[in-house]
């Protein structure tokens, strides 16, 4: 009797649930499956030891996971090329390269984008103002001026993009006497990335200086207590904190909706939109290009996609986009892709209604918070090292 031919997964991004489910796959092998995975990076950077490594706590081996040897480990082929278009209606997977990947079965755990539309949209007015001002100057000058100014002003996603820049703001704030950095973002990972530059550039030159510009609602979905003593914190570092939203930056000076501020660079850690490959696609998205998921994290237009982490966005309910969700989803996601290839019925992700979040403070100090309850001590950021150390090496 004939075999039938094995089912081909196709695995797109190495996040965290893929990372999870190689991890699985190294020592539980379903026979007849033929897996792939494809990403853009031969390397996973943890967003949970990022702010950990900025303020000097960690190598950056300690924060990156191999993907190639997990790969190799678990039996799984590997390509490393972004992707760079779904489509759903032929099974087919186009990477930045052109190369054609065919699936059965397909899982997203691709990430998002960082949301700079704030920048964008005010580069886009800048130009048409100065277009129509400077008629001696051609589209093509206006064009890199706005380029230069947009590349100080660094996304926080791709994280491995951000790794370089952040050791470039280094290099230059070891040569200058008074660096200037502004982190825009009101989320807990500008909070944290805040507080670990602060250190990180004042351990250089105590003269040098971190603002936070926030807009008017700082860490909104955290309890009160929570929000209060990371602006504790702030004081205690002596971090600047603005509350008005940047609207552009330009030559050196960060425009906001109260204010100036002359800084040497930007980090954008505004909250995430939709990755760029979504916006080639036949699958049904949401919300500025989000994988739109049912409650098993199944595409609702094409029940052989899985999407989880922050390419996807729940329909049946609000499930905030974050590392968390991304690990726990991820693993009902991996029983889920083994079920649907065996025509087995599939399990839906119950997010828990609370989770723990340990914002580190940049000084071996770290924030907890837990539904309503907040604590913070020297011990929890321990805590925090212990989960965030065991997931990486696990
Ligand atoms: C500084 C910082 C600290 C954070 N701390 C926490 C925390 O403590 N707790 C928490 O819950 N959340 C935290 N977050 C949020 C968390 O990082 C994200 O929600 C989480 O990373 C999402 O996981 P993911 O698996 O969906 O995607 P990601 O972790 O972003 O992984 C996506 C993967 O896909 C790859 N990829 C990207 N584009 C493509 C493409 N086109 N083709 C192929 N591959 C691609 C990437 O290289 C990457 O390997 C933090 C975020 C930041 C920025």
């Not at 001696?136 to 380029?147: I, S, V």
């Not at 982490?309 to 974050?322: E, K, L, N």
């Not at 989770?355 to 924030?367: E, F, N, P, R, W």
Request: charged share 20%; with cysteine; glycine share 6%.
């Amino acid at each position: 009797m004939k075999s039938l031919p094995a089912k081909k997964l196709l695995l797109a991004g190495a996040g965290h649930a893929h990372i999870g489910l190689l991890r699985r796959l190294s020592t539980e092998r379903s026979d007849n499956i033929d897996i792939t995975l494809v990403t853009e990076q031969l390397q996973f950077v943890y967003s949970g030891m990022l702010p950990g490594w900025m303020a000097g706590h960690y190598h950056l081996d300690d924060i990156t996971i191999d993907v190639t040897s997990l790969c190799e480990q678990s039996s799984v082929r590997f390509i490393q090329h972004p992707i760079a278009k779904v489509e759903a209606a032929s099974c087919t997977v186009t990477t930045t390269n052109n190369e054609i990947i065919n699936y059965d079965v397909l899982s997203l755990n691709t990430g998002a984008d960082t949301d700079t539309r704030w920048l964008h949209a005010a580069a886009t007015t800048q130009k048409t103002a100065q277009t129509t001002a400077t008629t001696l100057k051609d589209d093509t000058d206006t064009d890199t001026d706005t380029d230069t100014n947009a590349s100080a002003v660094i996304a926080i996603r791709p994280l491995s993009d951000f790794i370089d820049r952040w050791q470039q703001i280094l290099v230059d704030a070891y040569k200058s006497t008074h660096y200037r950095l502004a982190i825009v973002g009101a989320g807990a990972a500008a909070t944290e990335l805040v507080m670990s530059a602060q250190i990180a550039l004042q351990r250089i030159n105590p003269k040098h200086q971190v603002y936070l510009v926030c807009g008017e609602h700082l860490l909104s979905g955290f309890n009160s207590q929570f929000r209060r003593r990371v602006i504790n914190q702030f004081k205690r570092h002596s971090i600047i904190v603005v509350y008005a939203r940047a609207t552009s930056y330009n030559e050196g000076q960060l425009l906001t909706t109260q204010e100036s501020l002359e800084v040497d660079t930007v980090i954008a850690a505004t909250g995430v939109m939709g990755a760029e490959w979504t916006q080639h696609t036949d699958l049904e998205t949401i919300n500025n290009g989000f994988v739109a998921v049912n409650a098993t994290q199944q595409s609702i237009s094409h029940l052989n996609v899985f999407a989880v982490g922050d390419v996807a966005t729940r329909v049946d309910q609000s499930v905030a986009h974050s590392g968390v969700h991304a690990v726990y989803g991820g693993a009902v996601v991996a029983d889920n892709l083994l079920s649907y290839l065996e025509d087995k019925p599939t399990q839906e992700y119950q997010p828990r209604t609370r989770t723990l979040y340990l914002l580190s403070c940049g000084d071996k100090y770290a924030i907890a918070s837990w539904g309503s309850i907040s604590l913070q001590g020297r011990w929890l950021w321990y805590l925090k090292q212990f989960i965030d150390k065991r997931f990486v090496k696990s």
